[in-house]
Nanobody, 127 residues
């Protein structure tokens, strides 16, 4: 069974930084694609960033230059470094894992099927 556990969320002021972590168990990163999604109150879930097993990264336009996704294959952990946070970044952030190919995530320029999801970690940006 694949299990994903997110951590690192919290409340920060605008302009602040946070680093989210997602620890995966039950499956190695080999052949997989990892992604971060977010859902703000009253809105649908949107993709934020993704990384394929070869290290290629994908970002939605609103976070380019501010967020960085990375992975540590030895630890089966993926990170989302978030800088210059804005109030509009406030959301529940979810980690997901899947395979490349399938659904077109136009915001990321990526085709992937994310079949496993974590429970989420809350990020709140407020002064």
């Amino acid at each position: 069974e694949v299990k994903l556990v997110e951590s690192g969320g919290g409340t920060v002021q605008p302009g602040g930084s946070l680093r989210l972590s997602c620890a995966s168990s039950g499956r190695s990163f080999s052949g997989q694609c990892m992604g971060w999604f977010r859902q703000a109150p009253g809105k649908g879930r949107e993709p934020v960033a993704a990384i394929s097993n070869d290290g290629t990264t994908y970002y939605t336009d609103s976070v380019k230059g501010r967020f960085t996704i990375s992975q540590d294959n030895a630890k089966n952990t993926v990170y989302l470094e978030m800088k210059s946070l804005k109030p509009e970044d406030t959301a529940m952030y979810y980690c997901a894992t899947g395979t490349v190919g399938g659904r077109h995530y136009r915001e990321l320029g990526l085709f992937a099927d994310f079949g496993y999801w974590g429970q989420g970690t809350q990020v709140t940006v407020a002064s």
